[in-house]
């Protein structure tokens, strides 16, 4: 592994990125914070000047090998989040509460730090919502498609950062493929802004939630999330455009494209509106009797906290749609303290919370082509004890999945749930009470954002210890990036071979 040709390309993304901290700071002076809005010409300055000292340590033009589009993608998300974090230290926070939001930000967990919202300026609220669209389809799909210099190791990198089993290309060309997603992921949130708006949301608001929502994010501008402006039909237009966040982009680039049916032929896809829909019936039925209502009465039971709930039917399904969106595509909104619902409720919020969404993307999770594969790979191992002279194959839309697919997907799952269970033992070792530890390790790990307890949907991150917050920084990088991705780099041998390689 050449690292300085490593360094070169994270030198690039990291100069386009210090030109974005401009935009906040435009804002901030907009509206007369002109105090804040230097954090952001420092973060700005310092980011393109770091970026631009990398990019020299490169001039060659070749081809990356594997290993090296992995670590770029690897560490790009590390580094930028370092020159992310300036603007938040700058208003107060400290380093490490820095880094967590900025790194909740770019991976799109929406875990946040922030207790008291009326202390951060308009750049500081649209600096957040921006950190998680650039992270919604992966900074260096973003980079690939503007960079041109980048797509010269494009094919790696798009690799490294597509969350499928496999790399599924919409162009002959890489970089051509990122700039198609990108235009529809631009097209859908122009398209959200405008209907915000026309339903009451003021315009700044209207623009930070969708750049959250498409991006699959959670981050608000509110301090009580979407149920904050209680506006019904603004509920109604998140709960469309958090589930398309979760469908596969290339997908519905496809649809847009006048080939409507490729969703609906997509295995994964209608696994997916399967799950949303019968959850949300489910979520419906349980809300019924008891769940969660502003001007209700709260009544403790044993050692619940039942809630008498008066609401109208349509109120509750609208809730109960908004939750099972917004968890399974790990957007992380809220219309409502789900914390406080009953335990049917939140155990099947839970059980959703280790689902995610579709592959291709902005959501994070395990993805739901893997659950399908791996019921898939399950059902072929049992009827082998019964038949183990069959020839049985895994099939997903109609084409044989190779072993070593189904291999990556045992794999991934396995690490995934080691580094989950890693992280409740650490939790609860720093401190924390159960549930607490179980449901802030795969809020971060899976990139949801709000967990139960002290991190519910209307609660903050900020009270953990610091050692808590660093292995959850740790969480959020890993699982955006697919454990593999980030593993990777534990074995001595890629340290070996770059140190003969550079």
Known sequence: ????????????????????????????????????????????????????????????????????????????????????????????????????????????????????????????????????????????????????????????????????????????????????????????????????????????????NSLTTLAAGGFSPHPQSIGGYENAAAEWIFIAFIFLAGANYS???????????????????????????????????????????????????????????????????RQAAFQVVTIITTAGFATDDFNLWNDQARILLLVLMFVGGSAGSAAGGPKIVRAILIFKYAAVELLRVLHPHAVTVVRYNGKVVPNRVLRAIVAFLLLYLLVFAASVVALSMFGADLITSITASIATLGNIGPGYSIVGPMGSYATLPVASKIVLFLNMWIGRLEVITVLVFLQPAVWRAARLND
């Open 251 to 317: 997908l519905q680039y496809r649809a847009l494209r006048g080939r409507p049916m490729a969703l609906f032929r997509d295995q994964e896809f209608r696994t997916y509106a399967v799950i949303v829909g019968v959850a949300t019936l489910l979520l419906t039925y349980v809300l019924l009797p008891f769940g969660r209502d502003p001007s209700a009465e709260y009544m403790a039971a044993d050692t619940s906290l039942q809630v008498l709930y008066d609401a109208p039917p349509i109120t509750i399904l």
């Open 1 to 208: 592994m050449r690292l300085r040709l490593v360094a070169h390309a994270v030198g690039l993304l990291l100069r386009a990125f210090g030109v974005s901290l401009l935009v906040p700071m435009l804002v901030d002076l907009g509206y007369g914070n002109v105090d804040d809005s230097v954090g952001f010409l420092i973060a700005a300055i310092a980011a393109f000047g770091a970026g631009e000292y990398a990019r020299r340590s490169w001039t060659r033009e070749v081809e990356m090998h594997r290993i090296e589009g992995i670590a770029v993608v690897a560490s790009s998300w590390l580094v930028v989040s370092f020159f992310g974090a300036i603007p938040y230290v700058w208003v107060g926070l400290s380093a490490i509460d820095a880094l967590f939001e900025s790194m909740s930000g770019l991976t799109t967990t929406g875990a946040t730090i922030f207790t008291d919202f009326s202390l951060y300026s308009e750049g500081i609220y649209l600096w957040r919502s921006m950190t998680q669209w650039f992270g919604g389809m992966g900074v260096i799909a973003l980079f690939i498609a503007v960079l041109p210099k980048l797509a010269i190791a494009g094919r790696q990198m798009f690799f490294a950062e597509a969350p499928g089993p496999e790399e599924d290309r919409l162009t002959p060309r890489v970089r051509h493929t990122a700039i198609a997603l990108w235009s529809l992921y631009v097209g859908l949130t122009a398209v959200q802004v405008v209907l915000l708006y026309l339903v009451g949301m003021p315009l700044f608001d209207a623009i930070c």
